[in-house]
């Protein structure tokens, strides 16, 4: 009977314990967080395109240069409400601000002619052209007439707020100036671009905004085939590029000049 038992196999009883299904992860939190971004940007998105264009510059701008750097030139326009980077590419923008300005002056109809504004390598050129009878200038004479005053003094509220520099030039036409041999047309037409600036800086431009004041006399003439037409005697306002700001000139910028720290070396009390 003993030997019968000890012939009979084990039986094996297998349990299987049923537990708690395990924790999701934090899988679903990255989806959401995706989703939540994508919905700001359609948001952002259908915010600009309803946003006026002064606002999509101002967005698009911050893209183009995020960590400021380009204020550094002096790009901030004071009392504008916007950033105005007056470089190459920007002149065509001045030349439509300028332009509008001067034509909502009253008496705009009698110059519309006589006023131009080129976009060129140099600048944005406003050439302000005289007629036969003289619109901008007394006859042989730097003396400004009101029309002038008037004009320069809408310029001048534009220009004053960039912080390009300007250039004032003054040109005249081929016909003699007159029998005075101590003034002739090179006199005449530095007198007259320095009369513009005159003007100009006392309706607003900062000081040290104007770079140069050049006269020309008949050596660069607007009409060459007609030496001796009226719009050849002009003046001209240009408004020069800002130069770009350099690594160098950060560089440079940043660090400490060694004569000033020379000098203030020698200068410090010896103990």
Do not use: C
């Not at 400004?144 to 036409?173: F, M």
């Amino acid at each position: 009977m003993a030997e019968q038992k000890a012939a009979l196999p084990a039986i094996i009883v297998i349990k299987k314990k049923k537990g708690h299904g395990g924790h999701h992860g934090g899988a679903w939190k990255v989806a959401y967080a995706d989703f939540v971004t994508a919905m700001m940007a359609l948001f952002i998105v259908l915010w600009l395109m309803n946003a006026s264009p002064e606002v999509k510059k101002a967005v698009g701008g911050y893209f183009k240069d995020p960590s400021g750097k380009g204020q550094l030139a002096g790009s901030s326009v004071a009392g504008s409400g916007e950033q105005m980077s007056l470089r190459k590419q920007d002149m065509s923008h001045l030349r439509e601000k300028l332009q509008d300005a001067v034509r909502q002056m009253t008496n705009f109809k009698t110059m519309k002619n006589q006023v131009t504004m080129t976009v060129t390598g140099e600048g944005l050129r406003v050439e302000l052209m005289e007629t036969d009878s003289g619109m901008f200038f007394q006859s042989g004479s730097p003396m400004p007439t009101p029309i002038l005053k008037g004009l320069l003094a809408t310029l001048s509220l534009e220009v004053a707020k960039l912080p390009n520099r300007i250039l004032l030039e003054g040109h005249t036409d081929s016909k003699p100036f007159g029998d005075n041999v101590n003034y002739s047309n090179w006199e005449l037409s530095t007198d007259r671009a320095n009369s513009a600036r005159r003007l100009m800086e006392a309706d607003g431009l900062k000081p040290g905004q104007v770079a140069q004041v050049r006269g020309f006399a008949d050596q660069a003439l607007r009409k060459k085939d007609t030496p001796e037409d009226p719009s050849n005697r002009r003046i001209s306002l240009i408004i020069q590029y800002l130069a770009p700001v350099t690594k160098e000139a950060e560089i440079s910028a940043e660090k400490p000049d060694a004569a000033k720290i020379s000098e203030a070396a020698s200068k410090k009390p010896a103990h």
